[in-house]
């Protein structure tokens, strides 16, 4: 009789299992992003950036989930500023929040994308030698997105978007220190698989 409960139990398990698979509740998110900083930091105006973020998602409503990820945008300078001469600011850190997909009537196989969360990051100041020479440690800002997402089959997608981060610290070079905003503007392309 042993044999036979282990059988139906382990029927079970793969049932369960099969069925939570099947609903591809669970996603991972490889995002490239060209980034246009919203305003200088401090006296240096910021060139164009990029960055990636890698995000796992989990949907627990028919078009809610929540996403939690981390994240890595830098910014050259060509300026001479309070960072130096041609320093790069660089923003790493980890991003949590919800993101709601839900299909276009009329439009197969398309999909409308909001993002809305926070972002706990720091931003690394490098001199022209490639030297950290300041690091604001980390500290909580936020972050909001729109999209579509394409589906591509066998369980991919394509997910263009546009996001907007803000996050505020202070960094210290020798001993003077500045208020610093990070805000901008970043466009990328995301690849996601379902699971």
Request: overall charge negative; aromatic content about 14%.
């Amino acid at each position: 009789m042993k044999p036979f409960r282990e059988s139906i139990w382990l029927g079970v398990c793969l049932l369960v299992l099969n069925t939570g698979i099947a609903q591809d509740k669970w996603s991972l998110e490889l995002r490239p992003a060209v980034n246009s900083s919203a305003q200088d930091i401090g006296d240096a105006q910021l060139k164009t950036g990029f960055g990636f973020e890698a995000a796992f998602g989990y949907r627990f409503m028919p078009h809610l989930g929540a996403y939690a990820g981390w994240g890595y945008n830098t910014f050259g300078s060509d300026n001479s500023s309070f960072a130096g001469s041609n320093a790069d600011f660089d923003e790493t850190g980890y991003t949590f929040g919800f993101q709601f997909i839900h299909p276009i009537e009329g439009a197969d196989n398309f999909s409308y994308l909001i993002r809305a969360g926070a972002i706990y990051n720091h931003i690394e100041v490098e001199n022209g030698d490639g030297d950290i020479i300041a690091d604001s440690g980390h500290g909580l800002g936020w972050e909001a997105g729109l999209g579509i997402q394409m589906e591509l089959g066998k369980n991919w997608n394509l997910r263009p978007q546009i996001g907007y981060r803000a996050l505020s610290r202070d960094l210290r070079i020798g001993e003077v220190v500045t208020e610093v905003d990070l805000n901008y503007i970043a466009i990328g392309v995301g690849i996601a698989k379902t699971f």
